[in-house]
């Protein structure tokens, strides 16, 4: 172990590297890929004889690196224990230890749930998606390979309550619209943008309409679990003069949130045309088979219907499409790590040779398949690029079809980076809070019941084993009165069951984005400065407009940082011996770095005239500032 | 290029001060963060204002401006009603939006081929189909650019529980971006110095915060950087505005309450109205939910509670108080839903962008009138088709935007407010 390593961990709790061994555990493989990289990058310097950059200083590169891998900036105390210590490995320890944090997985969660397109529930849907939420969290968490993540997605089934099955939000967040569910899903996976030919033919030789529907017939057939056993008690309990009692709150809790959150049919590999079809290869109406569009083909009978097309689907989207599914998913860590795809858009695939660097998009896309994608050991060896580490380029990229390679292009924070960095500074290290967890509860009226440790997952294996009416009848009945008993004082100690629960968080708590609300609401910071509202595929903005400025001159910013004197960055001035030492270090602890002479005057001519009232004016002054707003 | 741009630094510092103490700078520099290009107008124009309601999700058609009553297979469970206009049905679950219709235009025979809703959105936003490589202004941006602000203290351009990406400037810039309202209620948030911190200590936060961003400004050319630190300028003359009240919405009587209704949208429409009262150019207000793929029927039920009465009564409202006629209010929608209902999506409707029905009213449009239809089943147009683009054109020419202006890209590449679209002048009284 190197001495910062030991240090930081030291320092903070850390969790153990979670996930089998990666190649990318060797320091020396990691070196030397990240060596060749750069050597890419370098053939493309002298071809276009332009000067190299230049690496930049540890300071910059410290909140870069933070930035980009745990999506907030450095506590003080991490920036100081950075900057100090002299050792010319630093900047991989860093890397390291910071690919190792808690952090890291949560900044990669909110990725997901833009990429996903992940909420909390969504409007006329009865269940939650919040056990869907979870296992995306969790895939982030245990740092499961792309592909095992992408077939885990399309070929889920069971039911939602399972933490292994829970997957299966990915068909329920779009239920009703099997189709976008299907475009959305090549555009994510596969860089390919079908959603046109959901209607009609693309008139530039892109996909048609029946290869669309093609497509669709592997997913075809995706559906609830038959309600029929329930049907006939649903229908009385929904009378109107029994809707607010007892009866129908138990029955919602089967309807909506066991058979609602189920899903079913594992693809038939047939579909009918739809009846506007106006081509003349096929006709409104006529079942067609499943195939593949481009790749190996892979294609299923018109005959009968099968119950594993997903699954083929699945298959072949990650083994089956060349290049395509492992370039997109490498273009799309590109783009993290070094802030613009090397292709752009990062959701339409380009060819490596189609690209304007072949080389260095063909090594990239081997790399992905070398590492078994493994995401976090494929970032580990961008970071530990020298290209990562060229100092920040204001301008826009020279190459409107993806990345120039000048160093990485100033912008914005993303929202949820913003928010991160201020509870980091409002609260200190936030990763030292437990994430979310799902509530597996029976909820009634709102209400969490104990019900003697029964909680959806079992009611939902229950009810869905369950073929008949009156066995159905039996087993709801059964439930109304061990609910009833419990609501009347019977079967209490929900607190013990509270207490095991793991935390939800609500809009005003200070903790990470990625366990807030998906999205926050409306009235949130996260919102104001453009958190994607998850409805389409990576809809998040980092358009500046005046109500973020009003939120950072009078808004959270004032109440929880600036004018709250419990707040961390305050703790870490005590004992400071003067009022430079106090500037230092408050500069340290927003900008991450000492300030220059010039700023030391500035800032000490603020002390002089206002005294102690001039500590709030500096941090909110910093806050304000475009440094603290920008990723450098 | 602002003037305030070129002055010295004590002179920008002092500038900063004068603004946050008092109203001052407005009169000074009125022109400060706009571009009124009030001369290049269509003379004759009647709105000045426009209010945007945007149906996210694809509004159902058939079941709401568009009804089919003697086609039951296509009606389901629905039934028409008449309205305040001869010749014009709406669906039962708008009983006060039918009391309106004699001051509605509705235009029955929108087209697009635009099925998905991101596409669809864009469109509408902004004419021009999504591309990866450019970003186009949205059509609240084009109406800032080209007729810029009205009143010069308070944002031109505000969007309320919309998303940022559909209400951006695009290639115009951050300048023109929508400033958004996440809740209506709550009116424009922080807008207000905090109580702990006196003018003196606020005015020298706004000086520090300068110099440092001057200083970074320096470093970095950057299109971003530069938005940020105009609009801090933008905010604090915001801030001093006697015109803030506009976002309050406490300032509203009992009575207005009653009329709009408590719903989230209907405190958007309330908000909408107040903003346009103070000279606000654009007002975009969304209504989701419209994604009617499962339970149609009582999914559109639910989304017309939260707009019948809103909608009725701000049209009442803006009628009562002479506003009508230079306000355009637009009730827009990515698409219509289809014919066809899916028994096993428990009675859904799914997108259906060849036919779909948006309401124009106030702003010089016809009152009480309908254009185009679409067939017997509300499948098809079969008059007089409106595209998207004839739709936005029509919008804009109302304020009095020339459709055929070109304006070029900072790629340099020529753009129109609504593409190739043409304004269809016959909905124009």
């Known amino acids: ?632 | 290029m602002n003037d305030h741009l070129k002055l010295d630094e004590f002179s920008r510092r002092r500038f900063i001060s004068t603004a946050a103490r008092t109203c001052l700078g407005v009169h000074l520099f009125p022109l400060l963060g706009s571009s009124v290009a009030s001369g290049s107008l269509i003379s004759g124009a009647k709105a000045k204002s426009v209010i945007y309601l945007f149906m996210a999700g694809g509004m159902s058609h058939l079941d709401t401006f568009d009804p089919k009553p003697k086609k039951k297979d296509v009606m389901g469970p629905l039934e028409a009603i008449p309205s305040k206009a001869d010749d014009i049905l709406v669906g039962q679950h708008l009983p006060k939006t039918a009391e309106v219709m004699n001051h509605v235009c509705v235009v029955n025979s929108m087209t697009s081929k635009q099925g998905a809703h991101e596409q669809g959105t864009y469109i509408m936003h902004t004419s021009y189909a999504m591309r990866g490589t450019i970003t186009h202004p949205s059509l609240g941006a084009w109406a800032m650019k080209m007729a810029g602000r009205i009143n010069p203290e308070i944002p031109g351009y505000v969007s309320i529980d919309a998303s940022p990406e559909m209400t951006g400037g695009g290639f115009f810039g951050a300048k023109y971006a929508a400033a958004p309202i996440g809740s209506a209620s709550e009116g424009l948030k922080d807008s207000r110095r905090p109580d702990h911190v006196d003018k003196e200590a606020f005015d020298r936060r706004l000086a520090l915060a300068d110099r440092l961003n001057q200083q970074f400004h320096d470093r970095y050319k950057n299109a971003d950087v530069k938005a940020y630190e105009e609009l801090y300028q933008e905010a604090v003359r915001l801030m001093n505005s006697e015109d803030l009240k506009a976002f309050n919405l406490n300032e509203e009587g009992e009575q207005a309450r009653k009329l709009y209704g408590n719903g989230r949208f209907a405190q958007g429409c309330m908000l909408a109205r107040r903003l346009v009262e103070h000279g606000v150019r654009f007002v975009e207000v969304q209504l989701g939910g419209w994604d009617t793929h499962y339970d149609n029927f009582g999914a559109v039920e639910g989304r017309c509670r939260e707009f019948d009465q809103a909608y009725a009564a701000l049209i009442t409202d803006l009628e009562k108080r002479g506003l009508l006629k230079d306000t355009l209010v637009v009730v827009a929608t990515e698409f219509g839903r289809t014919p066809e209902i899916k028994a096993e999506h428990n009675n859904g409707r799914d997108h259906h962008p060849s036919a779909f029905t948006c309401l124009l009213a106030g702003g010089g449009v016809k009152a009480g009138y309908r254009y185009g239809e679409t067939d017997a089943t509300g499948s098809r147009v079969k008059d007089a088709p409106v595209e998207v683009q004839d739709f936005n054109a029509t919008i804009m020419h109302a304020l009095g935007i020339p459709h055929d202006k070109e304006i070029y890209s900072p790629s340099g590449r020529p753009f129109r407010v609504a593409d190739q679209g043409k304004p269809i002048m016959d909905l124009f009284a």
């Open chain 1, 1 to 632: 172990m190197k001495p910062i390593a030991t240090l930081l961990i030291g320092l903070f709790c850390l969790l153990p590297w979670a996930g089998a061994a990666s190649p990318a555990d060797d320091p020396e493989y990691v070196r030397k890929a990240a060596l060749k990289i750069d050597s890419y990058v370098a053939a493309w310097y002298r071809q276009k004889k332009m000067a190299v950059p230049e690496v930049t200083n540890d300071a910059t590169f410290l909140r870069r690196a933070f930035l980009v891998t745990v999506g907030r900036i450095p506590t003080a105390e991490e920036a100081r224990l950075f900057l100090e210590i002299d050792d010319p490995a630093k900047r991989t320890q860093l890397i390291d230890y910071l690919l190792a944090s808690p952090g890291y997985s949560s900044h990669m969660s909110n990725w997901a749930f833009d990429l996903l397109r992940v909420t909390d529930g969504k409007s006329g849907f009865g269940g939650t998606l919040e056990p869907y939420r979870d296992w995306v969290r969790r895939a982030m968490e245990s740092n499961m390979p792309w592909d095992d993540l992408t077939r885990g997605l399309l070929a889920a089934r069971g039911n939602s309550w399972d933490p292994d099955h829970a997957a299966v939000g990915y068909y329920i967040r779009d239920r009703g619209m099997p189709l976008d569910n299907l475009s959305n899903t090549a555009r994510i996976f596969l860089g390919s943008h079908m959603e046109c030919a959901q209607c009609h033919d693309d008139p530039f030789g892109g996909p048609e309409r029946f290869e669309f529907y093609q497509l669709a017939a592997f997913t075809n057939g995706v559906r609830e679990a038959s309600r029929r056993p329930m049907q006939k008690i649903w229908d009385e309990v929904s009378e109107d003069d029994r809707r607010r009692t007892l009866d129908y709150s138990v029955a919602q809790v089967i309807w909506d949130r066991v058979y609602g959150m189920s899903v079913q049919g594992g693809g038939t590999g047939r579909i009918e045309l739809p009846q506007d079809y106006q081509y003349r290869d096929g006709e409104p109406g006529e079942m067609i088979a499943a195939r593949t569009p481009f790749g190996k083909t892979v294609r299923m009978s018109d005959k009968d219907n099968a119950d594993d097309g997903r699954e083929k689907l699945a298959e072949w989207v990650t083994t089956r499409t060349g290049e395509q599914f492992p370039s997109v998913i490498a273009n799309r860590m590109w783009d993290r790590v070094m802030g613009r795809g090397v292709y752009e858009p990062v959701d339409e695939f380009v060819e490596a040779k189609e690209t304007h660097l072949p080389a260095l998009m063909n090594h990239l896309v081997q790399l992905m398949v070398e590492l078994d994608y493994d995401l976090r050991a494929f970032q580990k060896i961008l970071l530990n690029t020298k290209t990562f580490q060229f100092v920040p380029n204001p301008e826009p990229s020279k190459v409107a079809t993806g990345d120039d390679f000048h160093g990485r292009q100033l912008e914005r924070m993303s929202s949820e980076q913003i928010w991160d960095s201020l509870i980091t500074l409002a609260g200190g290290d936030p990763d030292k809070k437990p994430r979310r967890g799902v509530d597996t509860r029976v909820q009634i009226g709102g209400k969490p019941l104990n019900l003697g440790g029964k909680d959806m997952k079992k009611i939902s294996e229950e009810v869905l084993a369950i073929d008949s009416e009156s066995e159905m009848r039996t087993y709801f009945e059964a439930l109304l009165e061990q609910v009833k008993k419990e609501r009347s004082g019977g079967g209490g100690g929900g607190d013990g069951m509270m207490a095991r629960q793991a935390p939800r968080y609500g809009g005003n708590d200070q903790v990470r984005a990625s366990e807030l609300p998906s999205p926050a609401p409306r009235d949130h910071l996260l919102y104001v400065f453009g958190q994607s509202d998850r409805e389409v595929v990576e809809a998040a903005s980092r358009e500046p407009n005046v109500s973020q400025v009003l939120t950072l001159m009078n808004g959270f910013v004032q109440k929880q940082l600036v004018n709250n004197p419990g707040a961390h960055l305050y703790k870490s001035l005590e004992g400071a011996s003067d009022a430079k030492e106090k500037i230092r270090r408050i500069y340290i602890a927003i900008l991450s770095r000492p300030p220059s002479e010039e700023e030391f005057r500035w800032m000490l001519d603020e002390v002089n005239l206002s005294g102690d009232d001039a500590w709030p004016n500096i941090v909110s002054a910093l806050v304000m500032s475009s440094e603290f707003l920008f990723v450098q």
